[in-house]
């Protein structure tokens, strides 16, 4: 079983930064990619940004050039560091280990 832990969400103005943690425990060892999600109220789920080994990442359009996501392997932890953030970022983020999900934590920028 795998247990995901996130922190670092909250209220920032718009042009703000946060950096989201994502600390997993359990038997992770055989679990390649890592992720996070985002869901705004009366939106789908959508993929955010994902990485896997080697260091191959991913981003959504929307948050290139912007957001950041890294992992540290020695911690079991995967970062998303928000930059610029926009209003259209306020979600509910949700990282990922493999089919492993946390449990959600909120984001809101205010213009």
């Known amino acids: 079983q795998v247990q995901l832990v996130e922190s670092g969400g909250g209220l920032v103005q718009a042009g703000g930064s946060l950096r989201l943690s994502c600390v997993a425990s359990?038997?992770?060892?055989?679990?390649?990619?890592m992720g996070w999600y985002r869901q705004a109220p009366g939106k789908q789920r959508e993929l955010v940004a994902r990485?896997?080994?080697?260091?191959?990442?991913d981003y959504a359009n929307s948050v290139k050039g912007r957001f950041t996501i890294s992992r540290d392997n020695a911690k079991n932890t995967v970062y998303l560091q928000m930059n610029s953030l926009k209003p259209e970022d306020t979600a509910v983020y949700y990282c990922?280990?493999?089919?492993?999900w946390g449990q959600g934590t909120q984001v809101t920028v205010s213009s």
């Open positions: 990922t280990f493999g089919h492993y």
């Open positions: 359990g038997s992770i060892f055989s679990i390649n990619g």
């Open positions: 990485i896997i080994s080697g260091g191959y990442t």
